[in-house]
């Protein structure tokens, strides 16, 4: 079992940045593709970014490409999600997750074994 533990939410303007991280403790951590979901006020949950396990490859989703950046740490078992030029619509809970099966990116959640219990950004117009 992995425990996925996110951090780094809050409340913020339009155009701030927030800085995510999930903290997924234990030897495992570079046997596993990272990613990030987020779910919005009614709305579905949707891939937002994915690390492969070296952190050489990434994947977003094309609304936060340019503005958003996933990175890794596999000395300190972190992922982190840094969110620049955020806009209203990134609001939502924002979910950090593992894939165990795969080397590269993946996009789909069904493809992601292990979830977090997610952090809020919110931000105002």
């Known amino acids: 079992q992995v425990q996925l533990v996110e951090s780094g939410g809050g409340l913020v303007q339009a155009g701030d940045s927030l800085r995510l991280s999930c903290a997924a403790p234990g030897r495992t951590f570079g046997t596993l593709v990272m990613g990030w979901f987020r779910q919005g006020p009614g709305k579905e949950r949707e891939f937002v970014a994915a690390?492969?396990?070296?952190?050489?490859?990434?994947a977003y989703v094309d609304s936060v490409k340019g503005r958003f950046t996933i990175s890794r740490d596999n000395t300190k078992n972190t992922a982190v999600l840094q969110m620049n030029g955020l806009k209203p619509e990134d609001t939502g809970v924002y979910y950090c997750?593992?894939?165990?099966?795969?080397?590269?990116?993946?996009?789909?959640?069904?493809?992601?074994?292990?979830w977090g219990r997610g952090t809020q950004v919110t931000v105002s117009s």
């Open positions: 997750a593992a894939a165990s099966r795969y080397m590269n990116p993946r996009t789909k959640s069904n493809e992601f074994d292990y």
């Open positions: 690390i492969g396990r070296a952190g050489g490859s990434t």
